[in-house]
């Protein structure tokens, strides 16, 4: 079983900065990990994603603005999030996938005020 807990939500002014931060418990070996968000009244979209090589990808409106990265040693995985605007206001979600299940984390709000 792996447990995801992620922390560093909050809130910021529009063009300020955060960084999340999502570490994993248990013993299980991770592969991929990735960011989603949900605004309210919208679907859950993936935000980035980060291969067990270090691999990726974004959603276009975050694209140069927003960096995942982990740290394998720790099974932690990070999204800072620069020049923040309103829209990026959401529930942020973090996603684990093992080889035999996907796991997520209780999320955290992330609030821009414009």
């Known amino acids: 079983q792996v447990q995801p807990v992620e922390s560093g939500g909050g809130l910021v002014q529009a063009g300020g900065s955060l960084e999340l931060s999502c570490a994993a418990s248990g013993s299980v070996s991770i592969n991929d990990m990735g960011w989603f968000r949900q605004a309210p009244g919208k679907e859950r979209e993936l935000v980035a994603h980060i291969t067990a090589g270090g691999r990726t990808n974004y959603v276009d409106s975050v694209k140069g603005r927003f960096a995942i990265s982990r740290d394998n040693a720790k099974n932690t995985v990070y999204l800072q999030m620069n020049e923040l605007k309103p829209e990026d206001t959401a529930v942020y979600y973090c996603?684990?996938?093992?080889?035999?299940?996907?796991?997520w984390g209780q999320g955290t709000q992330v609030t821009v005020s414009s």
């Open positions: 996603k684990v996938e093992t080889l035999f299940a996907d796991f």
